[in-house]
């Protein structure tokens, strides 16, 4: 599973981003979310399963990111709204066939995209 990220960029503080993640097959695969900035380790932010009935956020961004998926493109985003400079990390998305329960631990993914970055900053 060859995962692609697209969307990231500057924003200004309390700006939006979309990201995307695409991969030939990611339909029948769970799915999350993670950023990472140096010096901390990879936190995981936003998970979906491979058939959308759950998602679950980390606190840090519950109530402004929202993680979805298009079946018809192969494809999960994440909306970034209300960005604050914090927020500022590179963002991956990851992919696992399987799920063992902690869908904010790293270990569980199998795939992975190679990162885009994210800067909020005015």
């Known amino acids: 599973l060859h995962l692609v990220e697209s969307g990231g960029g500057l924003v200004q503080p309390g700006g939006s981003l979309t990201l995307s993640c695409a991969a030939a097959g990611l339909n029948v695969y769970a799915s999350g979310w993670f950023r990472q900035v140096p010096g901390k380790d990879r936190e995981g932010i936003a998970y979906i399963s491979s058939n959308g009935d759950r998602a679950a956020y980390a606190d840090s961004v519950q109530g402004r990111f929202t993680i979805s998926r298009d079946y018809a493109k192969n494809t999960v985003y994440l909306q970034l709204n209300s960005l604050k400079p914090e927020d500022t990390a590179t963002y991956y998305c990851?992919?696992?066939?399987?799920?063992?329960?902690?869908?904010?631990?790293?270990?569980?993914?199998?795939?992975w995209g190679q990162g885009t970055q994210v800067t909020v900053s005015s």
């Open positions: 990851a992919s696992t066939p399987g799920y063992g329960g902690t869908w904010s631990e790293p270990d569980e993914y199998d795939y």
